[in-house]
């Protein structure tokens, strides 16, 4: 369903909206003190505001609208097709960081060339996923792996040799066994055994 809210800091704007269902500028009773009006809402006659609102004018409202730097978000219709008389006042910083991220989803949501090219030729980012799940894979059975190993070799006599903490790449370097070489031996050895 597409976003059916609109913000506008546009006077006119907000004023023609509001009219158009009968509304009129209005503020939270006890909000204010002298000058200030306090709360701005926008009184729509019939519902439940009539006991907490008091009519102020439009001057009154733009005034404040203006000092305090707001916006309207408002709908014109709701989404069965009906007049909607929804509306918060909100910063205007607000407002802008909102449609910010509007305009970045939209646009995240579009198919790009290279997400088309990659959905036809079958890779994207499920494929990754799936690279990503089998290297845990391939890693979790390098682990297992290491410890029925050192297991084994646990169970000889003699000594148990530690590693060194060394990455595997200074362990070829300098000479040491690779995990692959590991594994063969110790089934060889496991086969020994057996015999």
Partial sequence: ??????????????????????????????????????????????????????????????EKFGERDLALVYQEETAGGQKSNFNKLVSAETAAEKEARGRRAAKASRPSSKKAASKAGGSGSSSRKRTAGSSKKTSARKGAAKKSSSKKSAGKKGPVKKSSGRSRSKARSSGARSSGTKRRTAKKSAAKRRR
């Fill in 1 to 62: 369903m597409a976003n059916l809210s609109k913000t506008t800091r546009d006077r006119e704007e907000i004023r023609r909206w509001a009219e158009e269902r009968g509304g009129k500028p209005a503020h939270v009773k006890g909000t204010g003190s002298g000058e200030d009006v306090g709360m701005l809402r926008i009184d729509f006659p019939g519902y439940t505001g009539a006991e907490s609102l008091e009519s102020i004018t439009w001057e009154e409202f733009f």
